[in-house]
């Protein structure tokens, strides 16, 4: 089944995800991109899930993750990334984003209605 990927945008038009990647070198951006055409491809067999979220784990170097939720069966929104060592601090800022996803489009949903 393929499944849509795409970085979590904030109102401000800033990409969390991206700031993230584009701070990774070469060797981790290029295991990062093979872990996001792997979730494109449907295959999630490295997303640990918890509290309605989810942590791709890339068991090299430092031991990198991708932090992401999904939103119905066919999306995956991406909302950063870090290594096992600041492990705590990213759940709890993807946490937020989620959050903020969330009521983002909760209003969206609300707003059409009023329409």
């Known amino acids: 089944m393929k499944i849509t990927v795409e970085e979590y945008l904030r109102q401000d038009g800033s990409n969390p995800y991206k700031t993230w990647f584009d701070s990774l070198d070469a060797q981790a951006a290029a295991k990062v991109v093979t872990a996001k055409l792997r ?13 309605g979220m989810g942590e791709y784990v890339i068991d ?14 066919t999306l995956i929104i991406l909302f ?19 959050a903020e996803y969330k009521a983002r489009k ?6 059409t209605k009023k329409r």
């Open 106 to 111: 909760k209003m969206k949903k609300t707003e």
């Open 39 to 51: 979730m494109e491809q449907g295959n999630t067999s490295r997303v640990k899930w918890f509290d």
């Open 80 to 98: 950063g990334g870090g290594t096992k060592r600041g492990q705590q601090r990213d759940i709890d800022r993807a946490k937020e984003l989620l």
């Open 60 to 73: 090299w170097g430092p031991g990198y993750r991708i932090y992401l939720a999904k939103d119905g069966d």
